[in-house]
């Protein structure tokens, strides 16, 4: 049934663009909050779950609103109807490509074998994960301008990609990976000393995580696994209604505080803040920039691989933000384009079918590991932190979810392998003896 009402949603949604793209967002903000409640009983995919919420949040009634409006976001001026119409099918493409990955998919994985769940009863020692919290806590404070410092400061010295991922990404993620390990190990012991280290946890990630000079991806990729964890399976409605609240509601707050209204900044509400402008800056790229030739890969490669130096960055030349073109429209260069539009330049209009086939078949996988019971390791943090990072990542990796992405499933690792270390094991069930003759 929900397949049928999705791929009936999706051609509804397509011929009320075709009409106007002001229509066609509006059904695909009636079929996502559909398809939510659809997906609201236990044991379905939380992989869907997140992604019909971040489909919800950004590419629904914002771009609805915006192009009604004639919102005009970086000066780029109003955009055409036809450019709005094509970024939207681009947007259905991809959401087909995710179903069609679904197709066929067998009943939800059973519950865990009782072995595995004697297993996660025994987790790591807390003074491991503690005291790697401790230590990446203190890294933080060995460049703290780039931790503690408003971003609205311009400082002297221009620090490079790679030292933000040593000095602030990476520990600031291993800060708070170990509080989402030391916060599980909490409410599996239930003992006074597991709650007290989880609240030292707790207050050290708040100090890391501070809304001064901390992007938001940081935050949703390292406390976001607790909420799935929590309520990935079995309050799967609250899970979707607290990431929506927080980015759609907190993520201007959090904006506005980090570049702070002493330097000027200007946010308006959702949906007219900056933050909900991917599909605005999608428009704008597909009526001013010259139809490329196909990058057969080296798009995706170019806007991913920002992880790097730029002297280092794959394909510079098949960066669609860096056109000419584009350059010259826009008044801000730190704009955001979601995968699904790079794919699109790569292999023409199969490209975000196929990025979100792929997409989607990567998850069915993570999907399995998702269970509140699985034992606390590194696999099971890493399959955490992926579902978490895809939030940002559909929304745009040019924004900087690379380094971040990279940096958690790094501290996920470390965090995951601590975890594993002296865990207590689990008692064998006493074999009956049999009766002797």
């Not at 790097?308 to 794959?314: D, F, T, V």
């Amino acid at each position: 049934m929900r397949t049928l009402v999705f791929w009936s949603g999706i051609v509804c949604a397509a011929l009320c663009g075709l009409i106007d793209p002001v229509w066609g967002y509006g059904v695909v903000f009636v079929l996502t909050v559909v398809q939510l409640s659809m997906l609201g009983t236990a044991g379905d995919s939380v992989f869907l779950l997140i992604h019909y919420t971040a489909v919800l949040i950004y590419f629904s009634l914002a771009p609805a609103m915006q192009i009604a409006t004639d919102t005009d976001f970086w000066e780029v001026g109003i955009v055409g109807q036809a450019a709005h119409t094509q970024a939207l099918m681009l947007v259905l493409l991809y959401m087909a490509g995710v179903e069609a990955a679904r197709l066929g998919l067998p009943e939800p994985p059973a519950a865990p074998r009782p072995a595995q769940r004697a297993l996660s009863a025994g987790v790591a020692h807390p003074f491991l994960l503690l005291a790697c919290l401790e230590v990446a806590f203190a890294m933080l404070f060995l460049r703290p301008d780039m931790n503690f410092t408003a971003r609205g400061v311009i400082s002297e010295e221009e620090a490079a990609p790679v030292q933000y991922i040593v000095y602030s990404t990476l520990p600031k993620l291993m800060v708070l990976l170990c509080c989402v390990a030391l916060a599980i190990h909490a409410t599996r012991q239930r003992t006074l000393w597991a709650w007290c280290v989880a609240g030292l946890a707790f207050a050290l990630a708040a100090i890391a995580a501070n809304p001064v000079n901390t992007a938001r991806q940081v935050i949703l990729i390292g406390l976001l696994p607790l909420l799935i964890h929590a309520l990935g399976r079995r309050h799967r409605w609250t899970l979707a209604a607290v990431i929506f609240g927080a980015i759609a509601g907190l993520g201007p707050v959090l904006n506005l505080i980090s570049r702070d209204a002493m330097w000027g900044a200007e946010l308006a509400s959702y949906p007219f803040s900056q933050d909900f402008d991917a599909m605005f800056v999608v428009a704008g790229i597909l009526e001013r920039a010259p139809s490329p030739d196909l990058g057969y890969g080296r798009y995706l490669l170019s806007a991913f691989s920002f992880i790097l130096p730029r002297e280092l960055k794959m394909f510079p030349g098949y960066d669609p933000l860096g056109w000419p073109a584009v350059l010259g429209n826009f008044s801000q260069s730190n704009l955001s384009l979601p995968p699904f539009t790079t794919a699109y330049f790569d292999f023409g209009l199969a490209g975000p079918a196929l990025l979100g086939f792929a997409v989607s078949a990567l998850f069915r996988l993570v999907d399995k590991a998702i269970d509140p019971q699985r034992t606390l390791t590194a696999g099971y943090l890493c399959a955490l932190v992926l579902l978490a990072a895809y939030v940002p990542f559909l929304r745009g990796p040019i924004l900087g979810w690379g380094p971040f992405a990279v940096s958690g499933l790094v501290a996920a690792v470390v965090a995951g392998s601590l975890a594993a270390w002296f865990r207590r094991p689990a008692p064998r069930p006493a074999r009956a003896s049999l009766p002797t003759a």
